[in-house]
């Protein structure tokens, strides 16, 4: 059985103060559903997340890393250095680093490299333009991000490889692909994956859906054979809203 997963990218929301408020607001939440429940805080937030957490059905994640050990790179921070702190799990290639940070599929491929040598779980985030949907390319450019950030992996990797299908077009605008379009890609993507690696590969790897994803939305979305979930931002930032989509399955 895949694993269902709803994970939480809070972004570059919440300080100290208001992390634990959401913290807080999040341990008094019902979960009905058996998904596995993720939470994104920044960076400076980690630790104090882990430890309000740690006995929780919660797992904290980081958003980013560098794919350097350790060394002159001002202002990141490495896979070490999470798992320092509690973290086994992070989201790489955002399309938010893609577009404002210059990640490209080549570099992410490195990051990618550098977390499963630490023995991390990688969600690892890709979609297509609003541009290349229109031109009906969408298809070839998620194959693309995936063959070149992945696809150089060997087939165990994918036991610790969460992919999260996020339409640019979707991504915070409130416009969220129709369920017939998620579930289209994911089956492609699951079928780009079962060409590469198997059947076997292909079916145990999770696609979550990522854009404007929220409480109204989402049990239409995971109810799609090949929609193993979420990655939820806007609605990851209130607690009520963000259990509302974990218990949508
Ligand atoms: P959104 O963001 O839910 O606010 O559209 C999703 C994401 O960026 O992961």
């Given at each position: 059985m895949?694993?269902?997963?709803?994970?939480?990218?809070?972004?570059?929301?919440?300080?100290?103060?208001?992390?634990?408020?959401?913290?807080?607001?999040?341990?008094?939440?019902?979960?009905?559903?058996?998904?596995?429940?993720?939470?994104?805080?920044?960076?400076?937030?980690?630790?104090?997340?882990?430890?309000?957490?740690?006995?929780?059905?919660?797992?904290?994640?980081?958003?980013?890393?560098h794919?350097?050990?350790?060394?002159?790179?001002?202002?990141?921070?490495?896979?070490?250095?999470?798992?320092?702190?509690g973290?086994?799990?992070?989201?790489?290639?955002?399309?938010?680093?893609?577009?404002?940070?210059?990640?490209?599929?080549?570099?992410?491929?490195?990051?990618?490299?550098?977390?499963?040598?630490k023995?991390?779980?990688?969600?690892?985030?890709?979609?297509?333009?609003?541009?290349?949907?229109?031109?009906?390319?969408?298809?070839?450019?998620?194959?693309?991000?995936?063959r070149?950030?992945?696809?150089?992996?060997?087939?165990?990797?994918?036991?610790?490889?969460?992919?999260?299908?996020?339409?640019?077009?979707?991504?915070?605008?409130?416009?969220?692909?129709?369920?017939?379009?998620?579930?289209?890609m994911?089956?492609?993507?699951?079928?780009?994956?079962?060409?590469?690696?198997?059947?076997?590969?292909?079916?145990?790897?999770?696609?979550?859906?990522?854009?404007?994803?929220?409480?109204?939305?989402?049990?239409?979305?995971?109810?799609?054979?090949?929609?193993?979930?979420?990655?939820?931002?806007?609605?990851?930032?209130?607690?009520?809203?963000?259990?509302?989509?974990?218990?949508?399955f």
């Amino acid at each position: 059985m895949r694993k269902q997963i709803v994970a939480g990218n809070w972004k570059m929301n919440n300080d100290l103060a208001q992390t634990q408020a959401l913290l807080t607001d999040l341990q008094k939440q019902t979960q009905t559903s058996n998904a596995e429940v993720m939470i994104a805080p920044a960076f400076t937030n980690l630790y104090q997340a882990f430890e309000t957490l740690k006995h929780s059905n919660i797992e904290v994640i980081a958003q980013n890393m560098h794919f350097a050990e350790s060394g002159a790179y001002t202002g990141e921070v490495s896979a070490n250095m999470l798992k320092s702190v509690g973290i086994n799990t992070v989201i790489l290639g955002h399309s938010e680093r893609r577009e404002y940070f210059n990640e490209t599929d080549e570099s992410l491929a490195k990051k990618v490299d550098a977390a499963l040598e630490k023995e991390m779980q990688i969600i690892f985030c890709f979609g297509e333009q609003l541009a290349d949907r229109k031109s009906g390319n969408h298809e070839n450019i998620v194959e693309g991000q995936i063959r070149k950030a992945l696809f150089h992996l060997e087939a165990s990797s994918f036991q610790n490889i969460i992919l999260a299908y996020e339409p640019v077009w979707a991504i915070g605008t409130g416009e969220t692909a129709t369920p017939e379009q998620a579930q289209d890609m994911h089956a492609f993507i699951r079928q780009t994956l079962e060409d590469k690696y198997g059947s076997d590969v292909a079916n145990l790897v999770s696609i979550l859906y990522g854009g404007s994803c929220k409480p109204s939305n989402a049990k239409e979305i995971f109810s799609n054979p090949d929609v193993d979930g979420g990655l939820i931002g806007g609605a990851s930032l209130n607690a009520e809203d963000f259990y509302a989509i974990v218990n949508a399955f």
